[in-house]
């Protein structure tokens, strides 16, 4: 999400594709558990995942369905030109088979009583007549991918598990199923159907597609392909590592550039699951604290490809501490003395104002070292660079008391008033280099610096460049541009506390509609 909004700051044309693989086994038997066919089942998922990409803010261009017609035509016409290729055939085979991994299971890899290390449930045996992929054809050509371009895989520990696979020797998978009937029909043979991951990876393709009347791999590939990043889950990195580049091989099609694998969260330290009653919904996170408060906390906390820990009080400690305050209180407080002292007019350009003063070399040091590690992927680390702006202009403004200043008049007058100018400048970068993190807080930010919507709408990367703001701008009377989150022991210290926490709710709650609009 994060990273696309980064990517079109910068002034790239982007594409961003998600969606819903919807066949398979575990589809179908999910629906059957509902008393809803595979279908109406499908329906009500894809939908709320849509919902869910609304309610974070997340922006996408192409939603895949795996049950569109469309992409059901790219996945026969990718299916015939590998067969051309002579890397399929059919053979029997007989092995333990995880249903919700879709995946046969070697024994090596599996717990006490064949139990799946990812789900802890036992695989089943299973022996059918399918059909396979020659995988084992492209262990030395995936070898020397690895070998020769080592950034195809990120981060290097999700790197080090793909060639630990390759060590062992690849074989070749069955990419058919005649027992499951909720599937792509294998061409010429309706009695099997396409193995969920040979469908649903040529997602991102057929994607590419979906305005085309009759679509087909050729127009799909010139209309995006090759990804530049794949961004998925630790748990489905085989298949995305290994199998697809074999499969795109096979089939004469270029590589994605990039493969990251993204980790997992837990919570309270503990590994979520239903049975323990500890799941984190995310519906729920965003209803109660809002878009820009999630994706910054989950952003900022988890280093992006390791796993992460959710727990609400540091979730509450964090969004408060560094967007409230670090952020929103510098804005309040500068916006208010500026109200007080120059009728919330600017004296002077900001470039002017900085002329042999630090504090501008230091805004624009971290700048540049945030745009290198949004770049890398260091998502963490660019969200506290940018973090660190506010941090300097705090110090700044606490060491130079512009308050004590302005009430000795004359020339420290003039000086003070210069001051908040440069720290207003500073919140304006922040604003941009920020937004693909919490858009929505930094549109506010904009908004009080006197800008349009249209204006924080067209702002790209090089809107951080210092000199923004200009002498004789108007900014807009303080307003908080984020609501402090109260925690359980405030609102329950007492009758005052109670009646502060309900005007802060009050304001959390018009600043969500104002979201929902935005």
């Not at 050509?141 to 690895?146: A, G, R, V, Y």
């Not at 540091?314 to 929103?328: D, P, S």
Request: one cysteine or more; charged letters at 25%.
């Amino acid at each position: 999400m994060m990273n696309q909004d980064m990517q079109r700051l910068i002034g790239k044309k982007v594409i961003f594709i998600t969606g819903t693989d919807e066949h398979g086994e575990k589809i179908a038997t999910a629906a059957a558990a509902g008393g809803s066919t595979p279908n109406d089942h499908c329906d009500a998922v894809s939908q709320s995942y849509r919902a869910l990409w609304k309610d974070l803010d997340i922006s996408y261009d192409k939603f895949i369905r795996t049950t569109d017609p469309k992409h059901e035509a790219i996945v026969e016409e990718f299916y015939s030109k590998v067969l051309a290729n002579g890397d399929i055939y059919r053979a029997d085979y007989e092995g333990l088979y995880c249903v919700n991994c879709e995946e046969y299971k070697d024994e090596k890899e599996l717990l006490e009583n064949n139990c799946c290390p990812m789900h802890l449930k036992p695989c089943v045996s299973r022996k059918e007549d399918n059909y396979f992929f020659a995988l084992s054809k492209y262990q030395k050509k995936l070898e020397d991918i690895l070998e020769h371009n080592p950034d195809f895989v990120q981060p290097l520990y999700r790197l080090n598990e793909v060639q630990n696979w390759l060590k062992t020797g690849l074989k070749d998978f069955s990419i058919s199923r005649a027992s499951v009937d909720w599937g792509i029909r294998v061409p010429n043979d309706p009695k099997q159907t396409i193995y969920v991951w040979f469908d649903a990876l040529l997602g991102y393709i057929s994607a590419l597609s979906d305005d085309q009347e009759q679509p087909n791999l050729q127009t799909a590939i010139a209309s995006g392909w090759p990804a530049s990043l794949h961004l998925i889950g630790k748990d489905i990195l085989r298949f995305h590592a290994v199998y697809w580049p074999a499969m795109l091989m096979s089939a004469g099609l270029s590589l994605p550039n990039t493969v990251f694998g993204h980790g997992f969260l837990t919570k309270d330290g503990m590994k979520m699951g239903k049975s323990l009653g500890n799941t984190l919904e995310p519906n729920e996170l965003v209803q109660r604290f809002g878009p820009d408060a999630v994706r910054y906390f989950f952003l900022r906390e988890v280093e992006f490809g390791n796993d992460g820990d959710y727990s609400e009080e540091r979730f509450i400690n964090i969004v408060n501490a560094h967007l409230a305050n670090t952020i929103g209180n510098l804005l309040n407080r500068t916006l208010g003395l500026l109200k007080k002292n120059c009728q919330s007019t600017l004296v002077a350009d900001s470039s002017d104002a900085a002329e042999g003063i630090e504090f501008k070399d230091t805004v624009e040091k971290l700048v540049e070292k945030s745009k290198v590690q949004y770049e890398s992927l260091q998502l963490s680390s660019a969200c506290e660079s940018v973090m660190e702006i506010g941090n300097a202009g705090n110090l700044y403004i606490d060491a130079r008391a512009p308050w004590s200043l302005f009430k000795q008049g004359g020339e420290s007058f003039d000086s003070a008033a210069k001051d908040l100018v440069l720290i207003l400048e500073a919140v304006r970068i922040i604003a941009v280099a920020l937004s693909p993190v919490t858009p929505n807080l930094c549109l506010r930010i904009y908004r009080q610096l006197g800008y349009t919507d249209q204006q924080f709408h067209a702002a790209k990367w090089s809107d951080t460049k210092w000199g923004g703001l200009k002498g004789g701008q108007v900014m807009a009377p303080p307003t908080p541009i984020f609501a402090r989150i109260e925690t359980v022991e405030e609102a329950e210290s007492g009758p005052a506390t109670e009646k502060k926490v309900s005007k802060k709710k009050e304001k959390a709650s018009r600043s969500q509609s104002t979201i929902v609009g935005a």
